[in-house]
């Protein structure tokens, strides 16, 4: 998608998603075989659950219809949400990661993977865990330290709820 296409849907679309209290986070237009598809990715800060994202479908979908922004010919539109291993571009990225374990590359090219505790304007606070039977240690990174980070899936990692459900016991 052209950068010129990319702006003028984003500016079309992000004050729709706005509007239902969500933030636009990604936008791609892609050819699967003779047809093209309009991804949307959609998020907040406590999630986006599936009636919203169908609200902000539906309101998006109209706009289109009544702008050419997609130009003639057909197209699919497709609203969801950040996958379980998201990318974390923006600062608000790493606030709604905050308890989460991410891998991050760093600006110096090593890996780490780590616990997001705190968030600031500057950087991150995080737990690393501790290898073979270690205490986990406490680390400070900040943001311009970091190439890349993304999300990690757990399986087996107690939720805050389960945590507090078991002092209480």
Do not use: C, W
Not at 94 to 108: H, P
């Amino acid at each position: 998608m052209s950068t010129t296409q990319s702006e003028r849907l984003r500016s079309l679309l992000e004050p729709l998603v706005s509007s239902q209290g969500l933030d636009l986070e990604e936008i791609e237009v892609a050819s699967v075989g003779r047809k093209r598809v309009l991804r949307v990715v959609v998020d907040s800060d406590t999630g986006a659950d599936l009636d919203q994202v169908a609200d902000v479908s539906r309101a998006l979908s109209a706009k289109l219809d009544e702008t050419d922004a997609m130009g003639e010919g057909e197209y699919d539109l497709e609203v969801g949400t950040p996958g379980a291993e998201r990318a974390l571009t923006e600062h608000r990225h790493y606030v709604r990661a905050e308890g989460r374990l991410v891998k991050f590359q760093l600006a110096d090219e090593s890996e780490l993977v780590a616990r997001i505790l705190t968030v600031d304007d500057e950087g991150l606070d995080l737990e690393v865990p501790g290898v073979k039977g270690r205490k986990p240690t406490a680390r400070r990174i900040a943001f311009d330290g970091i190439a890349k980070a993304r999300v990690q899936v757990e399986f087996n990692r107690k939720n805050k709820n389960d945590e507090e459900n078991a002092e209480e016991a």
